[in-house]
Nanobody, 117 residues
Framework: QLQLVESGGGLVQAGGSLRLSCAAS????????MGWYRQAPGKQRELVATVTTGGNTNYAGALKGRFTISRDNAKNTVYLQMDDLRPEDTGAYYC???????????WGQGTQVTVSS
């Protein structure tokens, strides 16, 4: 089973940007969907964006336009570019491969994003 390592989080002021990376321990080229999730304090983990092997993307709610998900299969890495960050974007961010009734891999340690107002 692939291991996933997220990085790139940090403390940023509202309106700022961050780029998250998710490095997989093996090939992701055959994994149709890869996604980013976030877990805000006191809330359940939610799927925020997905990208297919062909580069098709999907975003939760109104995140499209502020968040951009991408993947580099040659580097076994998935990215999440986050712009115009808001305090409500604060949380721990994780990557995984979503399935119809769950997810494919064990969770990594995540990367913390904190947006100050």
């Amino acid at each position: 089973q692939l291991q996933l390592v997220e990085s790139g989080g940090g403390l940023v002021q509202a309106g700022g940007s961050l780029r998250l990376s998710c490095a997989a321990s093996g090939s992701i080229s055959s994994i149709l969907y890869m996604g980013w999730y976030r877990q805000a304090p006191g809330k359940q983990r939610e799927l925020v964006a997905t990208v297919t092997t062909g580069g098709n993307t999907n975003y939760a709610g109104a995140l499209k336009g502020r968040f951009t998900i991408s993947r580099d299969n040659a580097k076994n890495t998935v990215y999440l570019q986050m712009d115009d960050l808001r305090p409500e974007d604060t949380g721990a961010y994780y990557c995984n491969s979503p399935l119809p009734r769950g997810y494919r891999f064990s969770w990594g340690q995540g990367t913390q994003v904190t947006v100050s107002s």
